[in-house]
């Protein structure tokens, strides 16, 4: 039922980049912020990136967030071990799809 | 540091209704422009944002769950909550509640731990 699609998977090797696409429409990431979530397994998400590219108290500077368009990258730099988890995209959708929706989410894995 | 707790049944029968209340410590619900949201997650899928109350009592809902879905908010108690009719095992999955920061810039800050409801006979 996600809205914006993700890729099932990314992976990386320590201190690689990694980026992840988020694919949307001009009802949700085309007129509207775009906002990351991070979850490891059995945890609650965490907020990872808040209007299309900044960054909440205590998030790394490895993670950074774009947008353009209808799609949206979240990019973690220098990857480490303690990244693998699942990223989630999510944006407000002002469409009878909406009015709040999530990415289809992406499995990071650092070989 | 506001902190967000979900409480309610583990164990829901089909075609019951699901309840769960959400409870708020180290801040007022009615603070703010805060909303707060209910967030579901079925094992092993993503994330599914199911509605939101501001403490005005206004709602906005996901179309696809809303003709059986109503949260509330209880302020005096610092609450809010999800009802969920006629469920079936399709909403087996952990519940979430969350702190919302409402109209301008829609998003989860708090979460709660999440709570596991299983629709089972």
């Known amino acids: 039922q996600s809205v914006l699609t993700q890729p099932p998977s990314a992976s990386g090797t320590p201190g690689q980049r990694v980026t992840i696409s988020c694919s949307g429409s001009s009802s949700n990431i085309g007129g509207n912020y775009v906002y990351w979530y991070q979850q490891f397994p059995g945890t609650a998400p965490k907020l990872l990136i808040y209007?299309?590219?900044q960054r909440p108290s205590g998030v790394p500077d490895r993670f950074s967030g774009s947008k353009s368009g209808t799609s949206a990258s979240l990019a973690i730099s220098g990857l480490r071990s303690e990244d693998e988890a699942d990223y989630y995209c999510a944006a407000w959708d002002d469409s009878l799809s909406g009015p709040y929706v999530f990415g289809t989410g992406t499995k990071v894995t650092v070989l | 540091q506001v902190q967000l707790q979900e409480s309610g049944p583990g164990l829901v029968k089909p075609s019951q209704t699901l309840s769960l209340t959400c409870t708020v410590s180290g801040g007022s619900i009615s603070r703010g422009t805060y909303y707060w949201s209910w967030i579901r997650q079925p094992a092993g899928k993503g994330l599914e944002w199911i509605g939101r109350?501001?403490?005005?009592?206004?709602?906005n809902y996901n179309p696809s769950l809303e003709s059986r879905v109503t949260v509330s908010v209880e302020t005096s108690k610092n609450q809010f909550s999800l009802n969920m009719r006629s469920v079936t095992a399709a909403d087996t999955a952990i519940y979430f509640c969350?702190?919302?920061?409402?109209?301008?810039?829609?998003?989860?800050?708090?979460w709660g731990h999440g709570t596991l409801v299983t629709v089972s006979s």
């Open positions: 109350i501001h403490a005005t009592g206004n709602t």
């Open positions: 209007e299309n590219n």
């Open positions: 969350a702190r919302d920061q409402g109209l301008v810039s829609p998003h989860f800050d708090s």
